[in-house]
């Protein structure tokens, strides 16, 4: 029985095998397909530069990814590369399809090289596959660059950023670790990484802190809403307790008065409120309410 290693390697050995196309023979090919959808001219097309998929996939095996993965990714983009070819042009196939083959496999890498998704704009992505080799250029010279002086460089000959460029390379630097490794597991805690996260979210005791300190400025409030008489109030609740606050000359409008009207109401109103809640008992600062 074949296994799956017998199964690729026959499928390589037949892809190296195929012959070559004269540019007459692909040309006759590539408008059998454009003119008439011939599927087996689309076969013919497509075996024949098979090679060019694995020469190419060879180029991205640093990056840790099975090759057999990135040959049928450049599949897709030989298919791409075939649909969008133009016969009548005066250029081969295979460098036409150069570059949808390539592009096909650097989406490929950038979607699974790590679980944190990286390099989405064309000049990360530019950064992505030419930081290392770049990085080892400069390496070689005599003289030993400081980090700074290698990402400014780097800045320069791709068009980012010297950030980005430190981003990519520490990105570059690491693996991806995942939050449920255990630690110390000599000494049996059981314990994860994601355990000593420090959230940014409040506390529990924060949380209800602020829900009693809500209830009470709200108890507080109503009460001193009460020493007002009611235009006061639709004026004051208009203006200060509302998502979207009411103008000056929309209140005028709506009550017959002109806007300054409005704002001496609102300020005596505010002043009649503090002189309320100042007659509590309480610990609540009423320049609080009349600052907001």
Request: proline share 0%; with cysteine.
């Given at each position: 029985m074949k296994t799956q290693a017998d199964i690729d390697r026959g499928f390589l050995n037949k892809a190296m095998s195929a012959p070559y196309l004269s540019r007459e023979e692909e040309r006759e090919l590539?408008?059998?397909?454009?003119?008439?959808?011939?599927?087996?001219?689309m076969h013919c097309i497509a075996q024949a530069?098979?090679?060019?998929?694995?020469?190419?996939?060879?180029?991205?095996r640093h990056y840790g990814l099975p090759i057999v993965d990135l040959i049928q990714e450049g599949n897709i983009g030989l298919?791409?590369?075939i649909t969008r070819f133009d016969p009548e042009r005066d250029v081969r196939f295979s460098t036409y399809a150069g570059w949808w083959i390539r592009a096909s496999m650097q989406d490929y890498v950038l979607r699974n090289w790590s679980i944190v998704r990286g390099g989405t704009s064309s000049a990360q992505k530019a950064l992505f596959f030419n930081l290392r080799r770049l990085r080892s250029r400069m390496a070689q010279g005599e003289e030993r660059l400081s980090d700074d002086t290698v990402y400014q460089?780097?800045?320069?000959?791709?068009?980012?950023?010297?950030a980005d460029v430190a981003w990519m390379d520490s990105r570059l630097s690491g693996n991806d670790q995942s939050l449920n490794i255990h630690v110390?597991?000599?000494?049996?805690?059981?314990?994860?990484?994601?355990?000593f996260l420090v959230s940014a979210d409040p506390t529990p005791d924060v949380i209800v802190g602020d829900y009693i300190d809500g209830e009470r400025r709200s108890h507080w409030i109503n009460k001193a809403l009460d020493s007002l008489n009611d235009r006061e109030k639709y004026i004051i609740k208009s203006?200060?307790?509302?998502?979207?606050?009411?103008?000056?000359?929309?209140?005028?409008?709506?009550?017959?008065?002109?806007?300054?009207?409005v704002r001496q109401i609102e300020n005596r109103s505010l002043?009649?409120?503090?002189?309320?809640?100042?007659?509590?008992?309480?610990?609540?600062?009423?320049?609080?309410?009349?600052s907001a």
């Open positions: 590539a408008l059998l397909w454009k003119e008439k959808q011939d599927q087996e001219a530069h098979m090679r060019l998929v694995i020469s190419m996939s060879a180029k991205f298919m791409e590369a460089e780097i800045a320069l000959a791709i068009g980012v950023s010297q110390n597991e000599a000494e049996g805690t059981g314990q994860e990484r994601q355990d203006r200060k307790l509302c998502d979207e606050c009411a103008t000056l000359e929309e209140l005028g409008r709506e009550l017959g008065i002109s806007k300054e009207r002043e009649k409120m503090k002189q309320a809640l100042l007659s509590m008992k309480s610990d609540f600062n009423a320049d609080l309410f009349t």
